[in-house]
Nanobody, 120 residues
Framework: QVQLVESGGGLVQPGGSLRLSCAASRSISSINAMDWYRQTPGKERELVAAIANGGDTNYADSVKGRFTISRDIAKNTVYLQMNSLKPEDTAVYYC??????????????WGQGTQVTVSS
């Protein structure tokens, strides 16, 4: 079982920056992958950025060059640094964790979400 708690959302002007944090209830070095998703009303949740256990990262094309996912293993925390924010980045951002057991069974966990609003 993994509990995830996001923080850092808020209102920011276009071109501004925010850093989201996702604190896990257990060592993230034992989690296969941690990701950030976002969702707007009426749309499916979309993957924004991912970091694998080995440190490899992956980004949606829409945020490449603007967002950076990182982690602090000692703090069991994953971050999403968001720069050059645009109104279309407005969404609820969710932290997600994937744990793959030796049996092959995959467990997925979600945080409660944090609202990011980009508006002047």
């Amino acid at each position: 079982q993994v509990q995830l708690v996001e923080s850092g959302g808020g209102l920011v002007q276009p071109g501004g920056s925010l850093r989201l944090s996702c604190a896990a209830s257990r060592s993230i070095s034992s989690i296969n992958a941690m990701d950030w998703y976002r969702q707007t009303p009426g749309k499916e949740r979309e993957l924004v950025a991912a970091i694998a256990n080995g440190g490899d990262t992956n980004y949606a094309d829409s945020v490449k060059g603007r967002f950076t996912i990182s982690r602090d293993i000692a703090k069991n925390t994953v971050y999403l640094q968001m720069n050059s924010l645009k109104p279309e980045d407005t969404a609820v951002y969710y932290c997600h964790a994937k744990v793959i057991k030796m049996s092959g069974i995959t467990y997925q966990y979600w945080g409660q979400g944090t609202q990011v609003t980009v508006s002047s």
